[in-house]
């Protein structure tokens, strides 16, 4: 699975707009709409807030892994 699908599931999982996530990472939500369809790459920046957004590991969202682990322990 692409980086852009597991963000894009990752989202409607949480019930989430691209404009949401778009705030997230401080961008317009057309161009956070080119990262989900795989039109624009993923910086590594941004690719750091979704993680810390959706505490996921950066392997998940890659695709190096197929479950998602968590960065931190939920409280």
Not at 9 to 36: C, F, H, M, P, W
């Amino acid at each position: 699975m692409k980086y852009y699908e597991r963000i894009r599931n990752l989202r409607e999982d949480k019930e989430l707009k691209q404009t949401d996530i778009a705030e997230v990472l401080g961008i317009k939500q057309q161009q956070y709409s080119r990262i989900e369809t795989g039109v624009r790459e993923l910086h590594l920046d941004q690719l750091e807030k979704l993680c810390l957004f959706y505490n996921c590991s950066p392997e998940y969202i890659l695709g190096f892994i197929d479950f998602p682990k968590p960065l931190f322990e939920e409280k």
